[in-house]
């Protein structure tokens, strides 16, 4: 295992303390732009993150399709999320953000958290073998 997928895997774990952040301390205290940049850094590290496993996984020809479509499912959802909050924040609508990020964050964070799990698993299982 190289150098860029010890990266990965380290900015995947920092994405998710910044996703657990802005969606249970934003659940408890309402949107606040705190919680944007929070999400911002999670999406950012775990797109990141993503492309390089990805890659990773294709130059060793170890893709597991399950994994790939729950993680490119839950990495647009986390995309979709954070994008309604901005817009909704940009547009001065803070309580309709606050409505909209609450009833999706769970179910999309559950999502994210499922594919970080089986990509946790799947790592291991792989790291198991060699």
Not at 71 to 78: A, E, K, T
């Amino acid at each position: 295992m190289g150098m860029n997928m010890i990266l990965a895997i380290v900015g995947m774990f920092v994405a998710l303390g910044f996703y657990t952040y802005a969606v249970l301390n934003g659940r408890k205290h309402g949107l606040h732009i705190r919680h944007l940049m929070a999400f911002g850094l999670g999406l950012a590290l775990d797109y990141l993150a993503t492309m390089e496993m990805n890659e990773y996984a294709i130059i060793h020809g170890k893709t597991t399709d399950w994994h790939n479509f729950s993680g490119y499912i839950s990495l647009w959802g986390m995309a979709f999320h954070f994008l309604l909050a901005v817009l909704a924040t940009l547009f001065n609508k803070a309580r309709v953000a606050n409505c909209a990020f609450h009833r999706v964050s769970l179910v999309i964070y559950i999502a994210w958290l499922f594919a970080f799990i089986t990509g946790a698993v799947a790592g291991f299982l792989e790291f198991g073998k060699g």
